[in-house]
């Protein structure tokens, strides 16, 4: 059979714009379940594509010689991925399979404009299911027990471009903070061993891939195996350029995983600060103090690690001063990155559970569902007020002076991505303000009429 994977863009992501930004300064790279799922599928037999809509448009005559489309969802891209299953099915006459965490959270929804719907982690049903070998309308996937035995993802499949590598060393995360979906989606938490890390990595270095990430949710949640891996990479040159992943603040207490972390280039980390009001931390269940977060801060710049400072806007106990003084305390820590995130109550997670219950949900058009746009009722500010909070970060964050400090701290490299990072911020904004000053009906503007 001939199979298509498709990871859908919503509209706005998908404009020449958005594209030019993105291959200036990020490093395209792929979400890595259709490439998992796309391997298995190989290895039984079938032919398999796979398109990113962040990079490129999908070729849809490549739809006349295709047998069924798989396609992944996450909450902002659902609405492109609904109307890419009705076209496909009207207009090709082709079956569609949806899966990934949008649909795993509202499979009846998904359901509406796909065959079957998958919900959870299809590694042991998607054989089956391509082949139409199972009726059910949505199908329970059981989580993989041990992770050793998922195949590594199969990036020769991948028809968009890539410059980075996605590894996962493991799924989920110890945590359960009450925003984040994917604790959930990936229950239990589990890793990967060591050793199986490493037969990956050996792959994509012998691929000539100069940049892997590790996309793993908490790569540094499990210290030991952590370091265990990072020594591997070690003594086994496994070192790539500017390696990206997620941590938490309790990493920066461990000396000796730092020490690692540098040395393997493990050197651009985002870790969720999140707000420096400790009510604010405790209702969200991070588990973090305040003490920790400064400590983070100040530690990682010995160890030369650039820290990608994500904070969320519009936590209930958060008034606008608790957004401005976090992003002061990001600038006096010299973080790399601001990523101001606007709260978003996903599907499936306690905090939509919550907001719904309470009626305080405004938007459900879920293309806006990409932490950028405000979609629920703050309790200390007006929706739109916390849209132009999440604006006057950005553009506070994003100084010229701020950028010249980076070339002094990280180098020359370090800094030029971010003045370009500057520009974009600036660019952003400047659209923001002509967006929402203008007449036409968009999401501003009914922010500000809901304010
Ligand atoms: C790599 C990554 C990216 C990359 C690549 C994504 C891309 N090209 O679109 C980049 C950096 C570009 C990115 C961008 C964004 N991302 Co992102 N990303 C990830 C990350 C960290 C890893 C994905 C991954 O490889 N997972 C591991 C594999 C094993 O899981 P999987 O891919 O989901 O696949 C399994 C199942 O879902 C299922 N499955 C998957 N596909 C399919 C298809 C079919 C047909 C079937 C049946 C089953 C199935 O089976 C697979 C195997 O078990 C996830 C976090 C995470 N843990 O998943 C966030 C995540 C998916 N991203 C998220 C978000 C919000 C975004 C952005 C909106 C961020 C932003 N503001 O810009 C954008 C949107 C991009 C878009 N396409 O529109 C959220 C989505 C939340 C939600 N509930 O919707 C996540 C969950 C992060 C988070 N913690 O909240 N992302
Ligand atoms: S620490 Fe990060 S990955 Fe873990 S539950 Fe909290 S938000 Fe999710």
Redesign the pocket.
Known sequence: MNIL?I????DI?RNWIYRLGGSFYGRS??????L??GRILKDAGHKVKVY?E?YQDVDMDVLENTDVV???T????AIRAYELGDIIREKYKKPV??????A?ALPEEALKHADHV?VG???KV?VD?MEGNIKEDIIYAPPIENLDDVPFPDYSLLKTPCQAA?I?TS?GCPFNCIF???SRM?YPYRYRSPDNVIEELKLYKSMGFKYVNF?D?NFTANKPRAKEILEKMIKEDLIFKETFYFGRTDMAKDKELLELLRDTNLNRVLIGIESLNQDSLDYINKKQKIEDIRMCGETLQKYNIKLIASIVLGLDYDTKQDIRDAVQFCKEINAYQLQPAILTP?PGTPIYEQFKNEGRILIDDWQY????NVVFKPKNMSPWELQAEFFNAVDEFYSFKGALKMFKLFGFEAGMRRIGLCIASKIGCGIFKKTSNSDSDNIYSRLKKIS
């Open positions: 994977f990871v859908p863009a919503a992501r790279n792929s979400i890595t379940g259709p998992i799922l990113e962040l798989g396609i992944y996450m909450t902002s891209n399979v949806m899966g990934g965490m949008h795993s998958v982690e299809a590694e998607i299911v996605n996962m799924r984040c979906t994917t990936f996309e949710d996903y569902y990409d932490m950028m």
